[in-house]
């Protein structure tokens, strides 16, 4: 495996921003405390970290600013700055520690079955429970679950002390001290010869939150294969010419600025240079998402992941392998992923705040106890309970478990939930941002209208579907299924017994006979009056939006043929729904002004909110405009880098960059199913708000009663226990499905 390069410090200074891998990190509470940390550095004006991304944006003002100081604070914590990894190597680290974890949740479920066993025989049968016997099953309770709090364990004790080194303790310092004070607890109640043991709760929290663990990989996991699509959609290698004017194909990687690639038509684009030599069309709906084919003459440029569709070209490399469009994409949807979900914030927040204030109350308990009754062991039960009382069981289930449940029920539904933030942002959406073409529309041309009076739609049809015969192109495919609908095709292949032959060029399309007594042009009015053909200065195209194509046979023209992307079906009637809910529509596309807002208008969008012409960068800014939480809904591998940030839902068809990125999928349904994830998506940030209100509450009520010593362990325990269980019947509502999921209130 290749080692990355070693970062240029000069070039980091000089751009006063840094974006590295953070190496170490294995769940959020870390990443949270490696961005305090990076935070409290003196010059730091902004740091953000991403566990899903293993990733750090730092940005600073002064220019003596030593980045140096950065990668010594956080060595301290106990991780290392890298450079940004590769792919392939981030996926590899990212499934080796699910492995591990994997292996530890195994040990956690095989052990902590047999000790919650002996743990509900003791519950259940007092009378075990005052035996001899019941002795016995406490002690081999404690024994089955050592596995369990040690190795299972160990993660959360090495985060939960980062994060307290780091000022910044939360979950899994307080999990570590709930899971070490029920221990400890048991264990001493066994030195007194009591059956009352709370090693249970130890077992079933570090159980519950190993799932939680998996869950956070799998989310990181997700954002390397959004990189990874990201790139295999471009190729990955191209045809380099040589002084000699032959060729030989290299990897794109090799490539140099200054050297020149041939691409010929049909091919998908693999650099970001300039056109030396020939003229075409390219698509763009890559990189851009315009449904319209562009035309490229010498001095155009082009992008990486663009098509070629007319013909070769000869291009100049402008740019190295990693400084490509695309590639500064993929280094974006590191920076944007990984959006923390506001409630987990909360949940951290209150652990936070819990630790400190449970070892104040033992501390207190245990002096008020001992001051009361002089009696230590009273004392020490007192401090006790508050620790037990103070494990978080219900705190930490809130949103695992209401996100798990929701998840399994989106899926019955055709909608997957990538992780708990984006399905928050989703329910909490005050303005939605759609892409168009492929998102609203089927992302297909359709020939809509024929405007001649001098020849009839079929003939035209005819000639028409005869001068596009063997081009692969857009258009040439909507003229084509234009004619077979109207039984045109057969008359078109059959209309002249002579053989002939189609020339492609960069804006139309020559067909001639063999003996050349027929002659039929398609292609843009310009090129075609360039080629002699007059048409009248009057005629206009009569739809909005459309593209036009002008046809002359035998060079008379015959008049425009009017292609336009069609809409979805269901398309009108979700803008409607999200819009009767008091939600901000907008639209965001790479297509010209006129065809996007022909379109607005079409699909009932306000034509003021459209944003025509947008490079995947600019869909990004408009974003940050918008108000938040905002959903951005796309479909293309132009999209990827708007629906990395806060929320993205990627539809139905989507491209395999847009499904890897998106923190919502359909699977089934469209539009529409948009609308169903956005219901489900509010009703289980319901229930997680619940979940959360009601395991704090009982937490400080608990804590309140333990203190005060009004409460013995097992009763706090076992208060624990039912709080826990409160929040598994509510968060159990997710899995009846909704009633009418797409358009119904």
């Known amino acids: 495996m290749a080692k990355p390069a070693p970062l240029d410090l000069a070039s980091i200074r000089r751009a ?53 100081e950065i990668f010594e604070r956080v060595a301290k914590l106990g991780y290392r700055v890298a450079p940004l990894i590769e792919v392939d190597e981030m996926e590899q680290r990212i499934d080796e520690h699910a492995r591990k974890v994997w292996v530890r949740l195994a ?31 406490a002690l081999g309770a404690v024994v089955a679950a050592l596995p369990v709090l040690t190795y299972s364990a160990w993660s959360f004790y090495h985060a ?15 999990i570590s001290f709930g899971v070490l004070a029920a221990t400890g607890l048991s264990v001493w109640q066994l030195s007194r010869g009591s059956t009352d043991i709370y090693i249970d709760t130890a077992t079933m929290l570090v159980t519950f939150l190993l799932c939680g663990r998996l869950i956070e990989l799998h989310a990181r996991r997700r954002n390397s294969a959004a990189v990874s699509a990201l790139r295999q959609a471009v190729p990955e290698t191209a045809r380099r010419l040589q002084a000699d004017g032959s060729s030989e194909e290299v990897r794109a990687a090799d490539l140099n600025p200054g050297d020149r690639v041939l691409i010929r038509a049909g091919e998908r684009i693999a650099v970001d240079g300039v056109v030396l030599d020939g003229e075409s069309e390219i698509d763009r709906a890559l990189v851009t998402g315009q449904s319209r084919p562009l035309p490229i003459v010498p001095g155009a440029t082009v992008e990486a992941g663009s098509i070629n569709l007319s013909c070769q070209l000869t291009v100049r490399v402008n740019v190295a392998y990693g400084g490509r469009l695309i590639d500064r994409i993929g280094v974006r949807m590191l920076e944007l992923s990984g959006a923390k979900s506001t409630v987990a914030l909360q949940a951290e927040r209150f652990a936070r705040w819990v630790l400190p204030t449970a070892l104040l109350l033992a501390i207190a308990a245990f002096a008020y106890g001992y001051g009361t009754t002089g009696d230590v062991s009273d004392a020490a039960l007192r401090a006790l309970s508050v620790l037990v009382a103070a494990c978080p069981c219900a705190v930490g289930l809130a949103l695992p478990l209401a996100y798990a449940t929701a998840t399994g029920t989106a899926a019955r539904q055709g909608i997957m939930f990538r992780d708990p933030a984006s399905l928050e942002a989703l329910a909490g959406a005050r303005e939605f941002l759609f892409d168009k073409t492929g998102t609203l529309t089927s992302g297909e041309l359709q020939v809509v209208d024929i405007v001649s009076d001098r020849a009839s739609r079929q003939r035209i049809l005819q000639l028409a579907a005869q001068a596009e015969t063997g081009i692969a192109h857009p258009i040439a495919d909507a003229i084509s299924h234009a004619a077979e609908d109207e039984n045109a095709a057969v008359a078109a292949n059959t209309q002249h017994e002579e053989a002939g032959h189609t020339h492609r060029h960069a804006r139309g399309s020559v067909w001639q006979d063999a003996n050349g007594a027929h002659t039929i042009m398609i292609g843009a009015p310009n090129w075609l009056r360039e ?82 012409g947008c490079l995947p960068e600019d869909k990004v800014v408009h974003l940050g405009k918008a108000g938040k939480p905002v959903v951005f809904v796309g479909d293309g591998v132009n999209d990827a880098l708007a629906l990395a940030a806060d929320c993205g839902v990627a539809v139905q068809g989507a491209s395999a960059p847009a499904v890897a990125t998106a923190g919502v999928v359909i699977a089934s349904g469209g539009v529409s199913g948009v609308i169903c994830a956005w219901r489900l998506s509010r009703r289980t940030l319901g229930i997680v708000r619940q979940n959360l209100a009601f395991s704090i509450v009982y937490n400080v009520a608990i804590l309140t009663f333990a203190a005060t010593g009004t409460i013995p362990p097992t009763a706090a325990a076992l208060a624990m226990l039912a709080s826990s269980l409160s929040v598994v019947a509510n968060s159990a509502r997710l899995s009846r499905p909704l009633r009418d999921a797409s358009f119904s209130s």
């Open 160 to 174: 939960g002390w980062r994060t307290l080194r780091a000022g910044v303790p939360g979950m899994d310092a307080l």
């Open 16 to 68: 006063q921003r840094l974006v590295v891998s953070i190496e170490g990190m294995w769940c959020a509470g870390c990443a949270m405390a490696v961005e305090r940390i990076i935070a409290r550095t003196p010059g730091v004006t902004f740091a953000s970290t991403s566990f899903t991304g293993g990733s750090a944006l730092v940005r600073w003002e002064r220019e003596d600013f030593d980045p140096r």
């Open 531 to 612: 080629q002699g053909v007059g048409i009248p200065a009057e005629s206009r195209a009569s739809l909005l939006g459309t593209t036009r194509v002008d046809l002359a046979h035998n060079g008379s023209w015959l008049g425009p043929i009017l292609l336009r992307d069609t809409l979805r079906p269901e398309a009108r009637r979700a803008i409607e729904t999200l819009r009767d809910a008091g939600l901000t529509l907008a639209l965001a596309t790479g297509d010209q002004l006129d065809a996007a807002t022909a379109f607005a208008s079409a699909v009932g969008l306000d034509p003021e909110r459209v944003h025509a």
């Open 107 to 137: 040990v956690a479920l095989f052990f902590g079955m047999w000790s919650m066993l002996g743990s509900i025989m003791l519950y259940v049968d007092p009378v075990i429970a005052g035996s001899a016997a019941g002795g016995w099953i």
